[in-house]
């Protein structure tokens, strides 16, 4: 099909919500009207004296949709792009018989988005579900404590370990197989130990306050315990008298060990992940992770031996040759568990995932219900949403959101979702993000994107981060 931008710039925007109804298959784009032949979803924008024509068509294999909008020619460009979001919204719904939960919503935070209006005005004006919307209150209501008491002038630390065990094959981050990474690996924890001194030095000399850490990836485990305990010597650069919040995604159960444990809770980390993604074996097979349900169990156990008493868990709702019955039973092995915190995704393929590219997806249906699963089942065992963000190309448009029990909500989690606090980011495609509270102003300076760039070029690594001074002055 052909998606044709006619007289508007509305592209972005409507491009998005046109493929939250399809699943992520090629489609043409034209700004061109004559393109409208064969099958093409029409998006149009006229004037005629003083007043301006919104129209959006279909047409499909004989069948056709129309719907248009005419208002005054003084109408603002914002208020013409929701009115076309939501005509389109409505051809699609009627077109396929389906509606997506969170209206003509695209972007990655709606609860951020959700705060600027009424109930009401969100059903009518966004087309958001009433399920969605008390969902975003309910997250609203839990961080306005946490928001209020970000202390003045502080920042996040996020450490960037790129690497994993195995690529999964619906995985879009930038990570490593092992296999091909080894060679370097001793180098990278050079390199990054050197980007996180200079970052430390930054942010004395700007007065910065270190509020939380976090180690990500990939899959932070994949170091050895030794490179490991080299990577956490180096935060003794940073002043973390006033850390209230140090995390490290142990992740894959395949890469977790008593003695990597014991090094991690010994630099002084509180909080982990053990991340299974589903408890069945069969579906592991299927992503292409090389380990066990057992295993995640054996993890977990040996985690909490070891002395951590905030453990997270994740797992995907949609992924492929999984089924409703089974993500169900994933849920209930890890609410048995009782980890303080459970984050459930709902499956995206982006183009550098491996799923993507397969001619045969086969992934499951019923995102939908697994995640309405999840929300009844949660709120029985006492959790509660804290955060929330959304992905293109998501199984039956849904999102992805953090559970926690009280008091064992993830700051970290938040402020980067809601773009609450700076983050100083060290690490192959590590991301730093600036925030001025005060003004709103938010900017991202980025890591080079693979390993052997960011090893290759590792002065521009440094050089990069000299415009956090600009920013601050």
Same mark, same amino acid.
């Given at each position: 099909m052909t998606l044709i931008f006619c007289n508007h710039k509305f592209q972005y925007e409507i491009e998005r919500l046109f493929r939250s109804f399809f699943p992520p298959v090629k489609i043409a784009l034209s700004t061109d009207k004559a393109d409208a032949h064969g099958s093409y979803c029409l998006t149009e924008r006229s004037f005629d004296g003083d007043t301006v024509i919104l129209s959006v068509e279909l047409r499909e294999q004989g069948e056709q949709y129309c719907f248009s909008k005419t208002l005054p020619a003084d109408?603002?460009?914002?208020?013409?792009?929701?009115?076309? !979001?939501?005509?389109?919204?409505? %051809?699609?719904?009627?077109?396929?018989?389906?509606?997506?939960?969170?209206? @003509?919503?695209?972007?990655?935070?709606?609860?951020? %988005?959700?705060?600027q209006y009424g109930d009401g005005e969100a059903q009518e004006k966004l087309m958001v579900s009433r399920e969605k919307l008390e969902?975003?209150?309910?997250?609203?209501?839990?961080?306005?404590?946490? @928001?209020? =008491?970000?202390?003045?002038?502080?920042y996040s630390l996020?450490?960037?370990?790129?690497?994993?065990?195995?690529?999964?094959?619906?995985?879009?981050?930038?990570?490593?197989?092992?296999?091909?990474?080894? =060679?370097?690996?001793d180098e990278y924890v050079q390199k990054l130990c050197e980007e996180m001194k200079r970052t430390a030095e930054i942010a004395k000399q700007l007065g910065l306050q270190l509020d939380t850490i976090y180690f990500g990836g990939g899959t932070p485990t994949t170091l050895s315990a030794e490179q490991l305990r080299t990577v956490f010597g180096t935060l003794d650069a940073f002043d973390c008298s006033y850390v209230r919040e140090f995390t490290v995604e142990a992740g894959r159960p395949d890469?977790?060990?008593?003695?990597?444990?014991?090094? @991690?809770?010994s630099a002084g980390a509180d909080r982990i992940s053990v991340n299974p993604?589903?408890?069945?074996?069969?579906?592991?097979?299927?992503?292409?992770?090389?380990?066990?349900?057992?295993?995640?169990?054996?993890?977990?156990?040996?985690?909490? =031996?070891?002395?951590?008493?905030? @453990?997270?868990?994740?797992?995907?709702?949609?992924?492929?040759?999984?089924?409703?019955?089974?993500?169900?039973? !994933?849920?209930?092995?890890?609410?048995?568990?009782?980890?303080?915190?459970i984050t459930v995704h709902s499956l995206s393929l982006k183009r550098a995932a491996?799923?993507?590219?397969?001619?045969?997806?086969?992934?499951? #249906?019923?995102?939908?219900?697994?995640?309405?699963?999840?929300?009844?089942?949660?709120?029985?065992?006492?959790? =509660?949403?804290?955060?929330?963000?959304?992905?293109?190309?998501?199984?039956?448009?849904?999102?992805?959101?953090?559970?926690?029990?009280?008091?064992?909500?993830s700051l970290y989690n938040m402020y980067i979702m809601e773009e609450l606090q700076t983050?100083?980011?060290? #690490?192959?495609?590590?991301?730093?993000?600036l925030v001025d509270t005060a003004g709103g102003r938010i900017e991202r300076l980025t890591n080079h994107k693979f390993p052997y760039e960011y090893l290759d070029r590792f002065d521009n690594i440094l050089q990069l981060k000299e415009q956090i001074f600009d920013f601050f002055v």
């Open positions: 109408t603002s460009d914002k208020e013409q792009e929701r009115i076309m !979001s939501v005509l389109l919204f409505k %051809l699609l719904r009627e077109y396929t018989g389906r509606t997506m939960p969170w209206g @003509i919503l695209t972007g990655v935070r709606p609860v951020k %988005l959700l705060s969902l975003a209150r309910t997250i609203e209501r839990i961080q306005q404590p946490m @928001i209020a =008491a970000i202390p003045k002038n502080s996020y450490v960037s370990i790129p690497f994993c065990p195995t690529r999964c094959s619906y995985c879009s981050f930038v990570s490593h197989s092992v296999d091909k990474a080894a =060679a370097r690996m890469t977790i060990t008593r003695e990597k444990l014991e090094v @991690i809770k993604q589903t408890m069945r074996d069969s579906v592991l097979e299927a992503i292409g992770r090389r380990h066990t349900a057992a295993q995640t169990e054996e993890a977990y156990a040996l985690a909490r =031996a070891v002395g951590f008493r905030c @453990i997270n868990m994740d797992l995907i709702a949609g992924l492929p040759t999984d089924d409703v019955e089974g993500f169900r039973y !994933s849920l209930d092995k890890v609410r048995a568990l009782a980890p303080e915190n491996t799923l993507f590219h397969e001619q045969d997806r086969k992934t499951a #249906g019923g995102a939908a219900e697994m995640i309405d699963y999840t929300h009844v089942a949660l709120k029985q065992d006492g959790y =509660a949403p804290y955060y929330l963000y959304r992905q293109k190309n998501t199984a039956d448009n849904q999102e992805n959101t953090g559970y926690a029990l009280p008091d064992t909500e983050i100083l980011a060290v #690490g192959a495609g590590a991301s730093t993000k």
